[in-house]
């Protein structure tokens, strides 16, 4: 088991930046597959960004060229790394951990944080 806590959420004019972490508490073999996952106001969830031990980097197609993950493995910390954010961007993140593999579907992962809201205005 680990437990997520997600950080560095807030509020941000359009063109900004932010960047979330994910500290991971428990087994270290726990954060060797993680990701980042989104959900908007009555939208499904949807995944951001992923990350495994092998360094393989997942995103997808909307966050490219704006969003980078990155983990400190010592500190066991994901970190999701948003710049050029827009309105559409607004959504709860959610850390996620335990896949087998880097992947965009939630139902890979065992683990999930309880979320830090992101809300960017025009």
């Known amino acids: 088991q680990v437990q997520l806590v997600e950080s560095g959420g807030g509020s941000v004019q359009a063109g900004g930046s932010l960047r979330l972490s994910c500290a991971a508490f428990?087994?270290?073999?726990?954060?060797?597959?993680m990701g980042w996952f989104r959900q908007a106001p009555g939208k499904e969830r949807e995944g951001v960004a992923a990350?495994?031990?092998?360094?393989?980097?997942t995103y997808a197609d909307f966050v490219k060229g704006r969003f980078t993950i990155s983990q400190d493995n010592a500190k066991n910390i994901l970190y999701l790394q948003m710049n050029s954010l827009k309105p559409e961007d607004t959504a709860m993140y959610y850390c996620?951990?335990?896949?087998?593999?880097?992947?965009?579907?939630?139902?890979?992962?065992?683990?999930w944080g309880q979320g830090t809201q992101v809300t960017v205005f025009s």
């Open positions: 996620a951990a335990r896949c087998r593999v880097s992947t965009l579907d939630g139902t890979a992962y065992r683990n």
């Open positions: 428990g087994s270290t073999y726990s954060t060797d597959c």
């Open positions: 990350i495994d031990f092998t360094g393989s980097l």
